[in-house]
């Protein structure tokens, strides 16, 4: 299916839903606030409120108060022209801002431009149509009988909702919620004459007025012409709604109201004949899209991506990492993993980084991998062999366009084998903070991470992308990794030789937490780059001493070097020293064989500060890192792959972590 009907589908799906304000948490600088959504009915739209009025159905006023700010959201009826209004007059039915409903606004607001009037009149002739018709409610009768008293405003600055400055005017440096009072946006509970009910008193949740209103516009649109979407005959639409992204974006997906600049001309004799979309199935397309991506959209600065399973079945995101998959389900003991992730649980000599002591190694680590199958595995179970996954990205060019970016239709059982796939070939040790506190495990970072990582600077110890034309590469990382994560296609490959760049210069970033993620994030790429490009090549973070890979033992040999340097630091004195082998490691990348004499002739006075035993360990390790060597591979002084940064690594983690038992029969000490 085509993207449209992908998404007139998933209304027709959650039409159930259709009017139903929920809640989603967000965690905003460590603080939970709940987001509202929902699936707005055809002929209406959503709106942010400040002031909330009570009248009887009788449509006498009862009292009034400031809309508090979690609860502002607001579902209202709209018709064509209001629901895309700019710069327009067009009004709202029954709920809109202050001009249009108070017939006394010129009383307490100067009317500099003299047509403050025009607005009132407007909105009561559009509201006394819905009045005086058969399908009118109780509810829209009230109002009318309310606001032909033109007695709004009075009663609002009766209440202390409004406020006067000293000239009797309404003061304009009052704002409610940073909107100023002549322009505050009223919305109406009317108490119902068969007894109080909250609920169905409120206007914006009452279901029967929102399904009148419905009606109402139905009945009222007499000429239909052929829906190019649905093929059915409607009324058609070319004014289309905006708001798509969030509550303030105006920018609009469909737009085909130029009539002056030749657009359809000399193709066609009308705009009708070039394009036409059923009003309501605009309306329920423009509304299920709205509704997915508040309810599970992802933001990167001007793009949004959103992704559903075809049967709305909860599925993982693309974009997030491996730890955060892995912590929807504990493992199955039942379900073996298989592949690499297999490999990880193994109690054998050479997986015995696992067995890392408690106090060094948080407890989630060890089962990441088995978590990530089994939370996998999870979700594939909840669908058949029909169920679909669906991606959309929509990026804004100018304020009031907006461009379909990327459009994806993959079978779910395809797109969680494509995840695993993603998680398993870019497989490492990462760490991260959660909860307050430091925690690793095997995976990959998310997007936005990755991000950056890869382009972040240093602020206050933490890596990120601050400049406000820099958050721009969220946006262009998460399309350019969208194909290897979405697809399972290579990674770019300048991707990974921007990360083999940075993990190679430690000195320039501050803390040492912020270069292992550079480090562990070259590895994840250069891992899954190899796995590409070497025919099926697989390297794990367990430390491989039978690879006699020049680059891989030039990474071992300095892994080697960094740990004999820092066990002889003072931690309190060197606690912001850096190693010689991290002052060298740039220039140890491009030549190694030269480099490595000078590094090896500046180790020599930090073993005389070693014991005996843990001296004469260092050095064996060193010797049985170099007896591998090809002699004519040892002395070439050509620049070495990311491949080095895998030795590296897996001998750090190996050294730092693992019981080594020296010559004495003591371990090595930390």
């Not at 490691?585 to 005996?612: D, G, V």
Request: proline share 3%; with cysteine; charged share 30%.
């Amino acid at each position: 299916m085509s993207w449209e009907e992908e998404l007139i589908n998933l209304y027709e799906k959650n039409s159930s839903q259709a009017g139903i304000i929920r809640y989603k948490l967000f965690v905003k600088n460590g603080k939970e606030e709940k987001i509202p959504y929902v699936l707005i009915p055809p002929f209406h739209t959503t709106v942010t409120a400040q002031i909330q009025v009570t009248v009887s159905a009788d449509g006498e006023f009862q009292g009034a108060e400031k809309v508090a700010n979690e609860d502002k959201l607001t579902i209202i009826p709209v018709t064509e022209k209001s629901a895309s209004r700019t710069a327009g007059k067009a009004p709202h039915p029954l709920c809109d801002n202050l001009k249009y409903l108070a017939g006394d606004y010129t009383k307490f607001v100067k009317d500099e431009k003299g047509n403050a009037g025009e607005y009132h009149d407007m909105y009561m002739e559009e509201l006394e149509k819905w009045h005086l018709s058969e399908l009118t409610h109780e509810k829209a009768d009230a109002v009318y009988r309310y606001l032909k008293k033109e007695t709004l405003l009075q009663d609002l600055i009766d209440e202390k909702v409004l406020v006067l400055d000293e000239d009797g005017y309404l003061d304009e440096t009052v704002k409610i919620e940073n909107v100023s009072q002549a322009a505050a946006f009223v919305r109406f509970i009317v108490r119902s004459s068969k007894g109080m009910d909250l609920e169905s008193d409120e206007c914006w949740k009452d279901r029967s007025l929102q399904e009148r209103y419905i009606q109402y516009c139905q009945y009222s649109q007499k000429h239909k012409e052929l829906d190019y979407l649905t093929g059915t005959m409607q009324p058609a639409s070319y004014l289309h709604s905006k708001k798509i992204r969030n509550e303030g974006d105006g920018a609009k997906l469909i737009s085909s109201n130029d009539e002056t600049n030749y657009i359809f001309r000399g193709r066609f004799v009308s705009k009708e004949q070039a394009f036409a979309i059923g009003n309501e199935t605009s309306q329920k397309m423009h509304n299920a899209l709205k509704w997915i991506i508040r309810k599970q959209g992802r933001s990167f600065e001007t793009l949004t991506m959103v992704t559903w399973e075809s049967g709305m079945k909860s599925m993982p995101f693309w974009d997030v990492d491996t730890e955060t998959i892995s912590s929807v389900a504990m493992p199955d003991p039942a379900e073996e993993p298989t592949g690499e992730f297999s490999q990880l649980f193994q109690d054998d000599e050479e997986n015995r980084w696992m067995e890392e002591p408690k106090q060094q190694m948080t407890d989630q680590n060890p089962y990441t991998a088995r978590q990530l199958y089994s939370a996998l595995e999870g979700y594939r179970r909840q669908v058949d062999n029909t169920s679909r996954m669906i991606l959309l990205a929509f990026d804004a060019a100018t304020t009031g366009r907006l461009a379909l970016a990327e459009f994806k239709d993959l079978a779910t059982a395809r797109y969680l084998e494509n995840i695993k796939r993603w998680h398993e070939n870019c497989g490492w040790i990462h760490r991260k903070y959660k909860d307050g506190r430091q925690i690793e495990y095997f995976g990959v970072p998310g997007v936005r991470d990755i991000a950056d990582i890869l382009y972040g600077t240093e602020s206050r110890g933490k890596l990120t992308i601050s400049d406000k034309n820099g958050k721009k590469l969220y946006a262009e990382l998460a399309r350019r990794l969208l194909p290897s994560i979405w697809d399972g296609r290579n990674i770019p490959y300048d991707l990974v030789v921007t990360a083999v760049n940075k993990a190679s210069m430690p000195q320039s970033y501050k803390e040492r937490y912020n270069w292992e993620r550079v480090l562990a994030l070259a590895c994840s790429f250069v891992k899954k780059n190899r796995y590409e490009r070497d025919k099926k090549e697989e390297w794990n973070v367990a430390l491989n001493n039978e690879c006699d890979i020049r680059d891989y033992l030039y990474g071992r040999l300095l892994a080697v070097a960094d740990r004999v340097e820092y066990r002889t630091f003072d931690m309190e004195r060197d606690s912001g020293r850096v190693t010689n082998a991290k002052r060298y490691m740039s220039t140890f990348a491009q030549r190694p064989f030269e480099t490595w004499k000078i590094i090896e002739e500046n180790l020599q006075p930090y073993f005389n500060k070693l014991l005996a035993a843990e001296r004469r360990y260092y050095e064996n390790l060193i010797d049985s890192i170099c007896e591998k060597f090809d002699v004519e591979e040892f002395r070439k002084n050509t620049r070495l792959d990311g491949l080095y940064l895998l030795g590296l690594h897996s001998q750090s983690y190996d050294l730092k972590y693992n019981k080594k038992t020296t010559n004495n029969g003591g371990k090595e000490n930390e």
